[in-house]
Structure formats: C-alpha cells, structure tokens
C-alpha cells in the first residue's frame, strides 16, 4: 500500500539492546519468543545503526532492554550514539549500576536515565518484579542524583500497585526525581499472556485518576507527572506512537526493525532487519513501515471518524492481538464493532486478589 509523501524523518530511536534481564515482571511488554544473548547485535553494528539513525533525523534514543546494563559494552554503544549527536537516556531497572559504571556512561555521553519502579513497599516491589531489586534501585537513584543527571522513574501500573500511587509520588519525591510516569499495563507480549491478573476493574482506576489530579495540582511547577490512560477501561483508542511509522522507530536486539516495540508478532517475518536493509530504506520505502501509514488503509468505522487523525485508528498491534486482523478498529475504541469483548473483560476484572504471574517471564 503506498503511503503518503513525503514522509516525514524520525526523531525518537527506542534501542532494545538485550532481551536479558534479572527481573520477572508479569506486565513486559517484551514479546513472548524472547531473543538470545547470542544472536543479538554487537557494539560495532550499534553503532552502526545510531549513525544510520542520525542521518535520517534520529536525536534521541531510549537504550532500554530487558536491561542495557547487562551489555558490557554499553559504554561503546553510548558513545557511538553521542558522537552521532544523538540524545542518549539509559532505561534501567538499576540492578547492576554502581558508581564506577555510571561514571563511564556519563563520560561516554550518557544524559539522562529512567529508572523502573513497581511499588513503594520494597516486599511488594520485589514480588512483582519477581527479584530482590529494591535496594538496587534506590542505590541508582542516589547514583543519578549524584551524579546531576535528570532522572525519571516509570511505575507501570495494574491491580497490584493501583492503590499505592500516592506511595510511587512519594517515592520519586524523596529519591529526587524530576518527572513520573505512571503508565497503565499495556497488553503486549507477557502483560497480554498475564492480562487476567494485572487488568484492574473501573472504580480502582477512577481512585487512581484522583490521585493523579491531586498531586498535579501539589506539584505543579516542581514535577512533571505523566499519566498514560488505560484504553481497555476509558474505552478510547490511543493515538499509538503518534501513528504508525510516523515519529519513532525501534531496533530490537537481533536488528530487527519495528515502527513500534510491540509490531513483531503483526508483521512476523515481514518485519525488516537493518542487517539486510539501510535504515533510510526501512523507514521511507519498506512495506512494513508503509502498510498502516496515512488513512488509505482504514476501514468503517475509522475511516469516516472525525478522530481519524488524532487517534489514527488507535494500535493496529492491538487491533491484531484482540481481532487476528490489523486493519479493524482498536477494540478498546467504544466505537469499535469489537469493543464489547474489551467491555466484557473489564467489566469481569478485579476479582479476588491479583495473583502476579511473574513466573511466567524467563529470565535470559
């Protein structure tokens, strides 16, 4: 399908370096055939693929996994981002940062860093996330603080820490944080495997929701605090990724090349891989990143909608996780013929108390 000209460069490069990580959370959006440590791009072909990157417009970058710091060679890759030009923030889970490591990242270019927390109780914490983590992030908090780096903490939230939000502001407040997101689960990879134990019912989300008002008005000016709705219960598609192959691109650890992080299992072997392709290519004239782009491509009742061009049809990697077909509206859009399914399993959630089924995500 032919998408609209010109099309517009990137400016946001999401660098999965590794599937590998010491945690196990239940909510990954990490796909379910995980990549190998060995088949995964060496520092060089990163470095390759961050000059691909600033060439077609590329100036930030999330080196995110699993978990970056277990590559060795991440202070390599930093830098081959950083003489690029490219902004470099580190998405970690903290487990493996001490003083010595984060000091040569820093002096690689390294600008920023995301910290992952799951709750404000560390017994909590670390049954969600299935490790004894806890103790390892605060030390990287103090260690990005120290260190004059912006930090920000990302609480992805579900039914087990839902109620804990005023605890994970507080936590970023005493371990300095200058920005929050608080992301409602995602259903992808292993959180859409673990959906029945992480979806929340409407009234938990409605408490939370408060919440967040609350402390925007108490912090406003000092913090900045995100919230990423939860479409299955609001019942609004999201405007995903600001549409498909529009602004942001994302390199999985084989190089593996994906107009969004959770696009591998829709396009399965069409997926194109910047060991057989130059980025400029992939992203301009690729069928993977041209099927969804534009509105050409919509169906009733997105193509007559009047939101079609603020929520772009909502997530096509949705669309075929719910339905088997990316071409259907986002069935967590009420206009959806398919919505009913999404109502049914929120209308059914919260039941009992969450059983967190960590178990589930191999740690590699």
């Not at 959370?25 to 470095?47: F, H, I, K, M």
């Not at 908090?141 to 994970?168: E, F, Q, S, T």
Request: contains cysteine; proline residues 6%; aromatic residues 6%.
């Amino acid at each position: 399908m032919e998408s609209p000209r010109p099309v517009e460069p990137p400016w946001a490069l999401l660098a999965e370096l590794t599937h590998g990580c010491p945690l196990r959370c239940a909510y990954c959006s990490n796909p379910t055939e995980l990549v190998a440590r060995d088949g995964e791009l060496t520092a060089g072909q990163w470095g390759d693929v961050m000059r691909q990157a600033a060439d077609i417009g590329v100036v930030q970058t999330h080196l995110s996994g699993g978990e970056p710091l277990l590559r060795r060679d991440l202070t390599e890759i930093v830098t081959a981002a950083d003489s690029a030009g490219i902004h470099t923030q580190l998405v970690t889970s903290g487990v493996g940062l001490h003083e010595k490591r984060l000091t040569d990242l820093v002096g690689a270019g390294l600008r920023s860093v995301q910290l992952s927390v799951q709750h404000a109780d560390p017994a909590k914490a670390e049954l969600i996330a299935g490790a004894r983590a806890f103790t390892a992030k605060e030390r990287a908090a103090k260690l990005v603080r120290a260190a004059d780096l912006p930090l920000g903490l990302n609480a992805v939230l579900h039914r087990a820490n839902l109620d804990a939000l005023d605890g994970i502001v507080e936590l970023g407040l005493a371990w300095g944080a200058d920005r929050i997101e608080l992301a409602n689960t995602q259903f992808y990879g292993w959180a859409l495997r673990n959906r029945d134990a992480l979806l929340p019912d409407r009234r938990q989300v409605a408490r939370a929701r408060e919440r967040v008002e609350r402390w925007r008005e108490r912090l406003a000016g000092r913090m900045e605090l995100v919230w990423v709705a939860p479409d299955y219960v609001d019942g609004v598609a999201k405007p995903c990724m600001g549409g498909w192959g529009a602004i942001s691109l994302t390199v999985a650890p084989d190089g593996t090349v994906l107009p969004c992080p959770a696009a591998g299992e829709l396009l399965g072997r069409a997926a194109p891989n910047i060991m057989d392709h130059q980025l400029d290519w992939i992203w301009r004239e690729s069928a993977a990143f041209n099927r969804y782009r534009g509105e050409s491509w919509m169906r009733e009742p997105c193509r007559s909608c009047e939101l079609r061009s603020v929520d772009f049809g909502g997530c096509r990697c949705q669309a075929y996780a719910l339905t088997g077909d990316a071409t259907r509206t986002d069935p967590a859009c009420h206009r959806s013929p398919d919505h009913g399914a999404v109502r049914a399993l929120v209308h059914g959630a919260g039941g009992g108390s969450p059983a967190l089924a960590y178990r589930a995500y191999p740690k590699t």
